[in-house]
C-alpha cells in the first residue's frame, strides 16, 4: 500500500536529563519517496525530533516517554543506531561530522562499516557518490578537515548513501555555508530522492529555501508542531512568511 505512512512519529514526549521536557508530543509522518521539512527556530526541537528517531538521544542523556516510532509497519524506537542504519535509517547530524584527519575517500568507505559486501559492490557504491557529488571525486584524496565547508556536508551525506539509505535524517544541511553552496547541496538530496528514491527528512532553520526543495513542512515550535502542510502552501502562507522568513 503506497499511501500507508513510510515513516510516522507517533506523538512522542521526550526528556533530558530525567526534568527537561522538551517534546512535548510530536506527531508527523513521512511517506515513501518524499522530501519533508521539519522546521523552525533554534531550541524548537527539530534535532532532538530527528535523534529520537536515529535513536540517538542516549548520548545526550535524553529519553523517549511517551509515543512511539514506526517504520514501514515495524515499531522501531527501541533498535540501535546500527540497527535503524542496516534498515535504512541514518542521521546526517548537524555540524557535518566527518573524520578530519582521514581523506574524503576514506570517510565515504567508513560509511560502508555496516554492510557485508565485495570490493566490487563497494567501488560501485563509491562510484555512486561520486557521480552525485563530482567535488567529492576531486577531493577524494584530500584530508576532509582541510577541505571546505560545503565539501564537508556533502561528505556526510556522501556516507550516508554508502549504507545503501533507504531515509536520510538531516539536520540543518545548510548552516555555515554560502547561498549559493546551499542551493548546490539541495539540488543534489533533490537528485537523490527522485533517481535514487531515498526519503528525507531535514530540519531547516532556512525554510524558503527548504520549502523551495521539500513536499511537505512541518512547523515546530517549543516542542510541539504548531502547523503543518504542502511545501506549496506554507511557502506561500502569510504567517509563515511574516513569522519565518527572516529567520535564517
Ligand atoms: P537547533 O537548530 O539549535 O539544533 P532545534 O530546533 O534542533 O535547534 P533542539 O536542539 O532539539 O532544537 O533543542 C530543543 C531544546 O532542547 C532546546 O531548548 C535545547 O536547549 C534543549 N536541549 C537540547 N539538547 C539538550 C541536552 N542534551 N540536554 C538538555 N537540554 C537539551
Redesign the pocket.
Known amino acids: 500500500n503506497d499511501q500507508a505512512p513510510y515513516l510516522s512519529v507517533n506523538n512522542i514526549e521526550v526528556i ?2 530525567h526534568v ?1 521536557l ?2 512535548k508530543g510530536v506527531s508527523l509522518e513521512v511517506p515513501k519517496g518524499k522530501i519533508v521539512a521539519l522546521l ?12 529520537s528517531i536515529s535513536n540517538l ?1 542516549g548520548a ?3 529519553d523517549v516517554t511517551k509515543g512511539n516510532i514506526e517504520f514501514r509497519g515495524a515499531r522501531i524506537e527501541s533498535l540501535t543506531p546500527n540497527e535503524l542504519v542496516k534498515r535504512g535509517v541514518i542521521q546526517v547530524m ?1 555540524g557535518r561530522h566527518c573524520f578530519g584527519h582521514l581523506t574524503i575517500e576514506e570517510n565515504l568507505l567508513t560509511g560502508a562499516y555496516t554492510r557485508r559486501i565485495s570490493r566490487a559492490e563497494l567501488k560501485e557504491s563509491l562510484d555512486k557518490v561520486y557521480h552525485y557529488f563530482p567535488r567529492l571525486k576531486e577531493r577524494r584524496a584530500s584530508q576532509a578537515g582541510y577541505t571546505s565547508g560545503g565539501e564537508q556536508q556533502m561528505c556526510a551525506i556522501g556516507r550516508a548513501l554508502m549504507a545503501k539509505p533507504e531515509m536520510i535524517l538531516l ?2 544541511p545548510s ?1 555555515g555555508l554560502a547561498p549559493q553552496i546551499v542551493e548546490e547541496i539541495f539540488e543534489i538530496v533533490k537528485d537523490l530522492n527522485v533517481k535514487e528514491q531515498v526519503s528525507f527528512l531535514l ?1 531547516e ?1 532556512n525554510t524558503m529555501v527548504a520549502l523551495r526543495y521539500s513536499d511537505f513542512g512541518y512547523i ?1 515550535e517549543n ?1 510541539r508542531i504548531v502547523m503543518e502542510g504542502e511545501a506549496n502552501y506554507l511557502a506561500n502562507n502569510e504567517d509563515v512568511k511574516e513569522f519565518y522568513l527572516g529567520l535564517s
Open positions: 533530558y536529563d527537561i522538551v517534546l523552525g527556530a533554534n531550541g524548537a526541537g527539530k534535532s532532538t525530533t530527528l535523534k538521544l545526550e542523556r535524553g548537524e539536520d540543518e548552516m530540519a532553520q515546530m516542542g
